[in-house]
């Protein structure tokens, strides 16, 4: 027998609880991230190792962390951290049919990698890979692949094929090169089948040649388009450039017999292949690319990572991921141009570059802190971390919400595998605003109403349990949480990347107790602490914890990184 997966916000919800502003009755509240100048250069960082720094390294290299994590971290130190940030882990085991019953193919509880597929079958293994990817980010542990697996996602793009086995196959690819050797992986990316279709490159033959990757390779994937220098040049390749590469990666084709269970393969078909010799442009030194057969590809992906603008733009798009979207002239000079460098002399590797990055004074200047807005997957998957949000002991119960943490996303504007183009999210390149997009008229509604009801009352789970935060658990990861300031400012530092003021903290204490002297609350927690079991002592606790997480959340220093 299947079981629905948990559904954390239907659209009817949303719509009831968004209505008012689409009457005009309900302006956005302004959210804008810090736009001061980053100062600092790749020098190592040498200033002071608290909370506040120890934090920002984790809040920009994972999707949310515990306030353990943080622990760790000031225990162990920078380098410590960012070695083990950058360690190589295991792959995670495979996505599994976690409920349906009438797969003929793969009993519930086994993996469906190795399996025949039907149509029959497709949809319910979609939701399968799609709750496997949240449960890959809920459990990360402290690496950064993820977060490099979702940036290869939103930069070697593919979308819209719902086909589950060419989805994972994928996906494994860019886990598998996460910190690794970035021209390796455009080699691998260019056959990979879900590329080819995408892209339409299985469609590419001698006597119909399909330019459509040849351009998204030079102009988003490599080296990037440049400012119009002439009639079809772009100051980095020109429409000629386009053309030939197009002939150079003629005849390759995908097969994928999902009747059979066998993983899907790219394979050369020689006689589809424009043999003739294919001539790049001044922009390429003129290089002759003669043929080569099914190793012309590699031939092509080493010349055009020759060209020095493969290191800068690759280094620009790993600037706006972990630091900020702003690049002026200086950070170009100062950031930009050094850390291509480092990419270049480490024959593309990109540990190194990494290591670099975030282990600068740049990354750790005091503008830096605080001034990204957490994209739609992060926000969901930070909340649960931070809150340490107890999931199922069951794996197939955990799935339904990881399903059901999967799907909200869709109502958040962004989701796993279905970027909106070949350039990805608008808000990771989209000039003046960037990131800036991921907040809007309804989404700081949807999230609002998530963290509201994750705070007060929680999502039907499995069986009598519910999906929500433990307030007095929360709350006992503090240090000395009987005193309602240090309790405020142990919250803080959980969910907000800079410091509060006493203001706000004075105004945090108005909703943990009104009116009420600070001596109140540590009487009262401690009457909770000396009888937990009493509902009379700890029902109010708990209450008015729940209260201040509301209000601590509905903050917008709780959307910034």
Known sequence: MSFPDIQFLTQELVDKHTSHIKQGKYPPKPLVAQKSPISGSLDPYTGSWDYAQASHLLRRTMSGYTKSHVDWVLENGMQATIDTLLADTPSPAPPINYYFPDDPYCPIGETWIDKPTTEEVRNHRLRSLYGWTMGILLEEGMSIRERMTLFWHNHFVTADIFQPLIMYQYITLLRSYATGNFRELAKAVTLNPAMLIYLNGNQNTKNAPNENYARELLELFTIGKGELAGPGDYTTFTEDDVREIARVLTGWRTRY??????????????????????????????????????????????????????????????????????????????????????????????????????????????????????????????HTKQFEVKMPVNLLQRYQVWVGLFRTTELLQMVYYSPPSVAGWKAFYQEPTFNELWINAVTLVI???????????????????RFIIDALAFAAKMDNEENPNALIQGVASVLYPVALTQDQIDAFKEVLIPGLPDFEWTVEYQAYLDDPTNDDVRLPVEAKLRALIRAMQARPEYHLV
């Open 447 to 465: 999230r609002q109403l998530y963290t509201d009801v994750m705070a007060m009352i929680g999502f039907e789970s499995v069986g009598d349990s």
């Open 257 to 382: 017999e999902f009747e059979t269970g066998e993983m899907p393969y790219s394979f050369f078909n020689n006689n589809l292949h424009d043999t003739e010799a294919k001539q790049l442009s001044h922009r390429f030194n003129n290089i002759l690319i003669q043929n080569h057969g099914d190793q012309e590809y590699t031939d092509l992906i080493d010349i055009i990572f020759q060209h020095p603008e493969a290191s800068r733009h690759l280094c620009r798009k790993l600037y706006r991921w972990f630091v900020y979207y702003v690049i002026d002239d200086q950070i170009e000079l100062s950031i930009i141009e050094p850390l291509a460098q480092i990419l270049r002399d480490n024959d593309f590797n990109i540990k190194p570059v990494l290591e670099t990055l975030l282990s600068s004074e740049h990354f750790y200047d005091v503008n830096s802190i605080g001034c990204i807005i957490k994209n739609p997957i992060e926000f969901l998957v930070a």
